[in-house]
């Protein structure tokens, strides 16, 4: 029969040692209390060394002890578990994901430093298609194909595909994809910078570009001529609620007014993180822009810098927004400009805030704000300006 401290000992790894050994560490024990056995009992700091819940090296028990003496003795301690960080975490599980991605993309790492999402869902992909209304005359515009996921779609639909592409590695994955077929032949890539390169004439622009360059590339697209039939465009989702907003509409601003001003603009739908290869942190939409052909008969940069002004703060009324000392000083000197040029004497005692002030009053619009105001109210704006010899460029 063992007894209980011979039971402890045989599970736990408990080791018996004489009064005079020493302790871990070289210290003789002290003695024991009055009336207890002399006989000590040191737990073993080793790996075995410990009570069931109990860490090693935690406690000293002495023998003579009964069991509720013994098991009161006993600090019961939780053991504490190694810390991992939780971003720790997230890297492991983000170069996984990265491997798994690049194994699926034939080895290719997408940079998404400069945009590289590609679009990997095929029901998206016909569905931009579809929306796009090709014909089999078209030559279509493609910027950022990736590794050819919808070029290869659109090579099938129009007579030819001029695909620009940042990325050299993609531009050969994507030769590559067409080599030995029948779509090559129809296939032009243009390897650079678009914001930077001179566009080719073309009938319809299908684009899934990098969000960071998505303003300068919807007005390089307005401005080109001649003039497209359609784009259909992936942006962010915010911007693409940006473009299509309406007056007194949160997201309302210079973007707005600026390109519905050149163009009819729709929202098409909605597209998820998780229909591209690595997903971006946030959430896409699919846009129409159709160019108004012919367009409004209005200097752009005179129109741009109207809006400019007013929505600096939109919110503001516009009597307000023409107070500030920059853009008065802006405005008398096109004005003096003028001029001179039209050999206009300018009176000694002339102030460019009350002309201003007059022309706001005159047009109705002194007490309206940037944020309610739509197209025709900036040309009547713009018109009554002009017509008293101010200029915004």
Not at 280 to 306: A, H, M, T, Y
Not at 321 to 333: I, P, Y
């Amino acid at each position: 029969m063992y007894t209980f401290l011979q039971l402890v000992t045989t599970i736990s790894g408990i080791h018996w040692a004489p009064r005079s050994a020493p302790l871990p560490g070289g210290r003789a024990q002290d003695a024991p209390p009055s009336g207890r056995s002399p006989l000590p009992l040191v737990a073993d700091s080793g790996a075995g060394g410990r009570l069931r819940g109990v860490p090693c090296g935690a406690v000293t028990l002495v023998a003579g002890f009964g069991p509720s003496e013994l098991l009161s003795s006993v600090s019961l301690r939780p053991a504490e578990m190694p810390k991992v960080k939780s971003g720790a975490i997230g890297r492991r599980r983000e170069r996984q994901e990265q491997r798994r991605e690049v194994k699926s993309a034939g080895g290719l790492m997408f940079n998404t430093g400069i945009g590289q999402h590609i679009l990997k869902n095929p029901l998206v992909v016909n569905s931009i298609i579809d929306k796009a209304a090709l014909r089999p005359t078209d030559v279509v515009l493609e910027v950022g194909p990736g590794t050819g996921n919808m070029t290869i779609k659109l090579l099938e639909k129009a007579k030819k595909v001029v695909a620009c592409e940042l990325d050299p590695r993609l531009v050969a994955e994507l030769h590559k994809r067409v080599q030995g077929t029948s779509l090559a032949s129809k296939l032009q890539v243009m390897v650079g910078d678009v914001l930077k390169t001179d566009l080719p004439f073309f009938d319809a622009c299908v684009a899934n570009l990098p969000y960071q360059i998505s303003s300068p590339f919807v007005f390089k697209l307005l401005l080109h001529r001649p003039f497209f039939r359609c784009a259909i465009l992936m942006f962010q989702r915010e911007f693409a609620l940006r473009l299509v907003a309406k007056p007194g509409d949160k997201l309302y601003c210079r973007l707005s007014i600026n390109t519905q001003l050149l163009a009819r603009v729709d929202h098409l739908m909605k597209v998820g993180k998780n229909n591209f290869r690595p997903p971006p942190k946030v959430e896409s939409s699919v846009v129409r822009i159709e160019p108004k052909n012919p367009p409004p008969p209005i200097n752009f940069q005179e129109w741009d810098g109207l809006v400019r002004i007013t929505f600096v703060r939109k919110n503001k009324t516009l009597s307000a927004a023409f107070k500030s000392s920059a853009v008065q000083q802006l405005l008398e000197k096109n004005y003096r400009i003028h001029c001179s040029v039209h050999n206009t004497i300018i009176p000694d005692d002339f102030s460019i805030a009350d002309k201003i002030q007059q022309i706001l009053t005159n047009t109705g619009f002194s007490d309206k704000r940037a944020r309610s105001m739509d197209i025709d109210d900036f040309i009547r704006l713009l018109h009554g300006f002009n017509a008293e010899g101010i200029h915004f460029s």
